[in-house]
């Protein structure tokens, strides 16, 4: 992931780190303050959430692009 933001990052306006990245900004969103412990677990179980249900979307859409060109 790192290596498709610093080739496309500029590219394509910063959108590959919103799409792909969505927990670490969601976890961004605890700031560098102190929060209440159930705070802290809600955004980090948001966080670990996005980016499963986000790179579960982009595997079954690669993957049913791949069977289509394969088929």
Do not use: D, H, Q
């Not at 959108?15 to 969103?29: E, H, T």
């Not at 079954?60 to 289509?68: D, E, H, N, R």
Request: charged share 10%.
């Amino acid at each position: 992931m790192p290596l498709l933001v610093l080739l496309f990052g500029r590219l394509l306006n910063e959108i590959v780190i919103l799409i792909f990245w969505p927990g670490a900004i969601a976890l961004l969103s605890l700031g560098a303050e102190e929060k209440p412990l159930t705070e802290v677990i809600f955004t980090w179980f948001f966080a670990i959430c996005i980016n499963v249900i986000t790179y579960l979307i982009v595997g079954l859409v690669i993957y049913y692009l791949m069977k289509s060109v394969k088929g």
